[in-house]
């Protein structure tokens, strides 16, 4: 039973890279249930075999609630997740819910949490896996872009390539940090740029690396053309911002991603200048139709 669980959780985290949490979320409630259940009448080594899928299946939920817009719910199942894989001594697993824990605080503007909580999750070391490696790395460096430390930033990125993986399935098989991939690490440089106050740099490397992201990663596609679509308002190219701004707006109201569409919201709002171009005028229009501005 809990190899299908497992297995179960490999395609959750595929469907939430495609269709992000409005399809996958109920899903993940659903075998968290089921797997907590189990873990009631479980005890000794089979309890802990348990708990630690339960760990996995509970910081999957608080990523989903995140990128939902649900903070609360998000925390919750973090703290969760921490407390499982303490149970289950789980070292690595612990370690994925410390990036969490920065990740969050990323949204929240907090350098000084996000590098801390990077830091604590890197004390593993060289037993963490190179995908999980590049992961936390890269949170780490935009805890100093958030901090308005370009060189920090941008050298911590290129440590990060050092564990760059190549994925294109997108179901976390290679373990958590597997969307870490070289184009990936590049997208979170140009938001980094984005952060820094350096919006031209960031468009060059939008414009350069977002074909290549992986079909799989919808949802990330999402964010980031959001992203690209702030930084080419901010440069002044207010059509381009809108037509990129437009196909996010898609991506996150088909995925649930509250996130994305929070980040559109900060588009809208660049561009309230050039609301007499046509482009401008739609997007903004398609926005508030949900009573979004």
Not at 35 to 40: G, L, P
Not at 54 to 72: F, I, P, V
Not at 212 to 233: M, N
Request: one cysteine or more; hydrophobic letters at 40%; aromatic letters at 8%.
């Amino acid at each position: 039973m809990l190899g299908h669980l497992r297995e179960q959780w490999h395609l959750l985290v595929k469907t939430d890279n495609l269709f992000g949490p409005r399809f996958a979320l109920s899903s993940v409630h659903e075998h968290l249930r089921l797997v907590m259940s189990i873990a009631r009448s479980a005890r000794g080594l089979v309890r802990r075999e348990v708990v630690t899928l339960a760990a996995q299946y509970a910081e999957s939920a608080a990523w989903l609630h995140e990128d939902a817009g649900e903070t609360s719910f998000a925390e919750r199942w973090t703290d969760r997740a921490m407390e499982w894989s303490h149970e289950a001594d789980d070292r690595l697993m612990l370690a994925w819910t410390l990036f969490r824990r920065s990740q969050q605080a990323t949204t929240n503007r907090d350098p000084a949490r996000v590098i801390g909580m990077a830091h604590a999750a890197h004390r593993e070391g060289p037993a963490l896996p190179p995908p999980m490696r590049a992961a936390i790395t890269q949170q780490e460096a935009h805890g100093y872009a958030l901090d308005g430390d370009a060189r920090a930033a941008q050298r911590t990125l290129d440590k990060a390539h050092e564990w760059a993986v190549s994925d294109t399935a997108g179901d976390a098989r290679g373990g958590h940090g597997s969307f870490c991939t070289a184009g990936y690490l590049e997208l979170q440089r140009a938001s980094c740029w984005l952060t820094l106050g350096q919006p031209r740099k960031a468009v060059e490397l939008y414009d350069r690396v977002l074909p290549t992201l992986p079909a799989v990663y919808r949802r990330d596609r999402g964010i980031a053309l959001g992203r690209f679509a702030l930084a080419s308002a901010t440069v002044g190219e207010p059509e381009q911002a809108a037509h990129l701004a437009d196909e996010a707006l898609d991506i996150a109201r088909s995925s649930g991603s509250a996130r994305t569409e929070n980040e559109l919201r900060t588009v809208a709002n660049a561009l309230t200048r050039y609301d007499t171009l046509p482009s401008v005028a739609a997007f903004r229009a398609k926005l508030t139709f949900n009573g979004d501005l």
